[in-house]
């Protein structure tokens, strides 16, 4: 994937955002640190009010923090106005100027800058030709889709060659099919363009489609910074493992029956295999087995989704693919009521924080 | 709502017949022959009037009058009302409700009020009475115009926009004059045009700080009393009443556009 | 230069205030507030008998003048005059405001809103004259009733003292229609944008639960407008009680606040004779102000 570790892009230094004070303070972001890779596609993914959209906020320079400082390729920025700063953002609500053509729009940064009006005119028509919008220079923000506007703030971004881009959710606003594509094409244009995508958004399937490491948020602190497959696989804390996919937490008494410590521990749906209650695989130290019964099933088309009331407490969610009876290597299919045997590998069970 | 609709509408029509029918005599009687000018119906129609009227030089000198005061107090309106709201707008500070209620009250307390001021104020000072007396008395209400509608059209401006324009490279003042501005254009146009007619129309204010000067109606209050003059006077009010309503039409018709937008 | 600027200012925002702020602030300070302090303050002083002069020495007088019968008259007849053009405009602007609001289509809705604009802004004078011309003898009121043969109802009318006259052009009843007429616009347009903002789910509620239209129109309708009718009637009333150019054009010699306080400071240069005279309508509208803030007209404004 990536190379070893190139230069820092982006570097928070213990930076904070607090808002109010005594009983009323707010800790937006609290002593958060990390670091943000040269061309490297990064997202920070959490809940509402995680921090996320500030931390991405104080990069563009529209919020300060309180304290700790931010450097963007070495420089220290946190008193530079966001006109001063080598970033550009895509925001969510696109921002559109309405009483500009889309081909204004587009130029409006060159405009600035006072680019020659031939350089201009060419790098527009380029930028729209990365986002597939040629031809539709001349038109008013007011008469294109959702979509098509999207693609005009995205235009209006890259054309300055920034080399951080930001992106605030910018997908929330489109419906399903098309949120998919874009994603592929946005990874794509990343990729082709080499620039470093520093993306925001809550849901944790794009966040898995498109990055190349996340940073998971959680009430103003960061609580886990990897790649997809290593946040997914190898959850830190119980929050990442139910933030990232479903998650199936044991703890206490039920924990002791099936690990023996009461530590809390997690693991995932798919990595746990029924069977019939008398066929129970070998017990041996890389399997753990215990006993339940479903409580409830749930068709999903490719798969089905099995809860299953453990028979020395607690309850785990199960994944099974619904191969069909005449497949090469069937399971069982289970109702609710039946007894079952759930058997997986101790290598997939994680201790969680 | 099952109103008796019908009885709604009868007296709905009555009040706004109520409203037009003296504008409709006053055009009525531009038009009329007869000197007097007050009997009714008119005995004949014709337009000698106009001529009259249009060659009465302290008409002119009246009408001249209004109009310059009526520009340079807009003006000082659009400057004065901009950065206020802009101040309202952008700004928490101490008292900021107040200042609503301050511009309001020029307009909200009896012209009187400010009439007599402004001349204690004056006479106190030893400062003649001019053009310029005029001009700030009429500043004093025009402002709270144009404040009220591109406050209005702050309100309606996403940040998003000033954000996006900053992050392009865009400086404050440069974010003013290609974004803000333009979106304020039309807000700045209707409250300049009503503050205009505003000025146009006063009279009340004027009085007291005019002095020797006349502006046009308060030269159509001393004409009132000169019944010879009457038909004039009903050329110069039928005039009067084109030139203040074509401007609050388009000025109508530009809130409301944007309005849609 | 200009980008230099910029940046001082986006990194000290209080300048930034101060430089928006000011000159309206100034403005209004220097050219409002302080006049009206001085107003005040003039009001009690004093005019020596003797020499015609202002007397500069703080002294209860002019309102102990005030208080003397014929002032007392003038406020009085200015008050009730005021009272009563605004109960009329209410009547009169109600089906015009409902109708607009709640029974016209897009189209008429907006020919409608123009139609009372543009009296609104025709010329104050011209209107006055207007109503000079129509009240007179020979105008067409007159006309009117002699057509209807009521004749007699009219000199009756004007016989009444108090708000009679030797003709409708000059007499208390003539002040008032002018007045009506002038302001009425004024209390319309409130009016309707405070209608149109009941939101039609609540009468359908209201109905729903077994209201009958008159009872939703008391209990539910009359309340939320309240504060539209208040600031309509803010405009009424305050102009109507500094007014003075439509009792000297369609009144006789009785005197109304806005009258005696243009005489007082011009021909007698009694300014602060004058001066006390405007507090009283300053504190009748201040009061009527606060009041109606608490309504909560000014948000209907």
Redesign the interface.
């Known amino acids: 994937m990536s190379a070893p570790a190139t230069s820092t892009a982006v570097r928070f230094q213990t930076v904070s955002r607090r808002f109010g004070a005594g009983e009323a303070l707010v800790r937006a972001v609290d002593e958060v640190s990390f670091d943000i890779f040269d061309g490297e596609f990064f997202t920070m993914l959490g809940p509402s009010g995680s921090g996320k959209t500030t931390c991405l906020r104080m990069v563009a320079g529209f919020d300060q923090p309180t304290s700790g400082t931010i450097f963007l390729h070495g420089h220290d920025v946190s008193q530079l106005p966001p006109y001063e700063r080598d970033v550009n953002t895509v925001f969510q609500d696109y921002a559109l100027f309405p009483h500009m053509t889309v081909g204004e729009n587009v130029g409006y940064g060159l405009m600035i800058k006072r680019v020659a009006r031939a350089e201009r005119e060419q790098r527009i028509k380029e930028a729209l030709e990365l986002v597939q919008l040629v031809g539709l220079d001349k038109r008013r923000p007011s008469q294109l889709s959702g979509g098509q506007r999207q693609r005009v703030a995205l235009a209006r971004a890259l054309i300055n060659r920034p080399r951080v881009l930001l992106l605030d959710e910018p997908l929330g606003a489109l419906d399903l099919k098309l949120r998919q594509q874009v994603q592929v094409e946005l990874k794509a244009i990343q990729r082709r363009l080499g620039i470093t995508f520093v993306y925001v958004t809550h849901d944790q399937e794009e966040a898995l489609t498109m990055s190349d490491r996340i940073a998971v948020f959680n009430r103003g602190r960061i609580e886990q910074i990897g790649p997809p497959e290593e946040l997914y696989e190898q959850p830190a804390t119980a929050f990442v493992a139910g933030f990232i996919g479903v998650s199936n937490l044991l703890s206490g008494e039920a924990a002791q029956a099936v690990s023996g410590s009461t530590h809390t521990i997690t693991i995932r749906p798919e990595k746990i295999s029924l069977s019939a209650p008398s066929i129970v695989p070998s017990a041996n130290d890389a399997h753990i087995s215990t006993r339940g019964r479903v409580a409830d099933k749930i068709y999903l088309g490719m798969y089905s989704r099995y809860v299953v009331a453990l028979d020395h407490g607690g309850e785990l969610t199960v994944v099974e693919q619904n191969r069909g009876s005449g497949a090469p290597m069937p399971h069982p299919v289970f109702k609710p009521g039946d007894e079952v045997a759930l058997t997986w590998s101790r290598e997939h069970m994680r201790e969680v924080l | 709502?099952?109103?008796s609709?019908p009885i709604?509408?009868a007296?709905?029509g009555?009040?706004?017949a109520?409203?037009?029918?003296?504008?409709v005599?006053?055009l009525l009687?531009a038009f009329n022959t007869e000197e007097?000018?007050?009997?009714?119906?008119p005995p004949g129609l014709t337009l000698q009037w106009f001529g009259v009227a249009l060659q009465r030089q302290d008409f002119w000198n009246a009408f001249g009058l209004s109009l310059r005061v009526a520009a340079i107090a807009t003006a000082a309106a659009l400057?004065?009302?901009t950065?206020?709201a802009?101040?309202v707008y952008?700004?928490n500070?101490f008292g900021k409700e107040t200042?609503?209620?301050?511009?309001?009250?020029?307009i909200?307390?009896?012209?009187?009020?400010?009439g007599?001021?402004?001349?204690?104020?004056l006479?106190?000072a030893d400062i003649p009475f001019s053009f310029w007396t005029i001009v700030?008395?009429h500043?004093?209400f025009c402002?709270v115009t144009v404040y009220n509608n591109v406050l209005a059209r702050f309100r309606r401006l996403?940040r998003?926009?000033i954000?996006?324009?900053?992050?392009?490279?865009?400086?404050?003042?440069?974010t003013f004059r290609?974004?803000i501005l333009?979106?304020l254009a039309t807000a700045l146009l209707a409250g300049g045009m009503l503050a205009f007619?505003l000025s146009?129309?006063e009279?009340?204010v004027t009085?007291?700080t005019a002095g020797q000067e006349q502006t046009l109606?308060i030269w159509?209050?001393s004409q009132?009393t000169r019944p010879r003059q009457r038909p004039v006077?009903n050329v110069v009010?039928f005039l009067?009443?084109l030139l203040?309503?074509l401007p609050?039409?388009w000025a109508?018709r530009l809130t409301?556009k944007s309005n849609e937008? | 230069m200009l980008a230099r600027l910029s940046n001082y200012l986006y990194r000290h925002p209080t300048v930034l205030l101060l430089m928006l702020l000011g000159p309206p602030l100034l403005y209004m300070l220097g050219f409002y507030v302080a006049p009206l302090a001085v107003l005040l303050v003039n009001s009690f002083y004093r005019l020596d008998d003797f020499t015609g002069q202002v007397v500069r020495e703080v002294s209860l007088q002019q309102y102990a003048t005030l208080l003397q019968g014929a002032n007392l008259d003038i406020f009085g007849r200015t008050a009730l005059m005021a009272f009563v053009v605004t109960l009329a405009c209410v009547v009169l602007a109600f089906p015009l405001a409902y109708y607009i609001a709640r029974h016209a289509g897009p189209r008429t809705k907006a020919a409608l809103y123009l139609s009372v604009l543009l009296p609104l802004w025709s010329s104050y004078l011209v209107k006055v004259y207007a109503w000079k011309l129509l009240l007179s003898q020979e105008g067409i009121v007159n006309w009117v009733f002699e057509k209807l043969g009521l004749q007699g109802v009219l000199t009756a009318l004007l016989a009444v003292p108090g708000i009679g006259g030797p003709s409708l052009s000059i007499s208390n009843i003539g002040i008032f229609i002018a007045f009506v007429y002038t302001w009425l616009p004024y209390m319309i347009l409130p009016m309707q944008a405070a209608l149109e903002r009941v939101p039609n789910s609540l009468l359908e509620a209201s109905g729903d639960l077994g209201a009958r239209p008159a009872e939703t129109f008391r209990t539910v309708t009359l309340p939320l407008i309240i504060p539209g009718v208040v600031a309509g009637s803010i405009f009424t009333f305050s102009l109507t009680l500094g007014d003075f150019v439509i009792p000297a054009i369609l009144g006789n010699s009785s005197f109304y606040i806005g009258q005696a306080v243009l005489t007082f400071q011009g021909s007698s240069g009694n300014v602060p004779l004058a001066a006390a005279f405007t507090v009283v309508p300053i504190v009748i509208m201040i009061l009527y102000l606060i009041g109606a803030k608490r309504v909560g007209a000014f948000d209907a404004l």
């Open positions: 709502m099952s109103k609709l709604l509408r007296a709905a009555m009040t706004l109520f409203l037009f029918l003296p504008l005599i006053i009687y007097a000018a007050f009997t009714f119906p400057v004065l009302g950065l206020a802009a101040a952008r700004f500070f200042i609503s209620f301050l511009l309001l009250l020029p909200a307390l009896p012209g009187i009020v400010s007599i001021a402004l001349r204690a104020s006479g106190l700030i008395g500043a004093t402002v996403s998003s926009q954000e996006a324009s900053m992050d392009l490279g865009a400086n404050g003042i440069q290609y974004i333009p979106e007619a146009f129309d009279i009340i009085t007291f109606p159509m209050f009132l006077t009010a009067v009443i203040t309503a609050i039409l109508h409301q937008s």
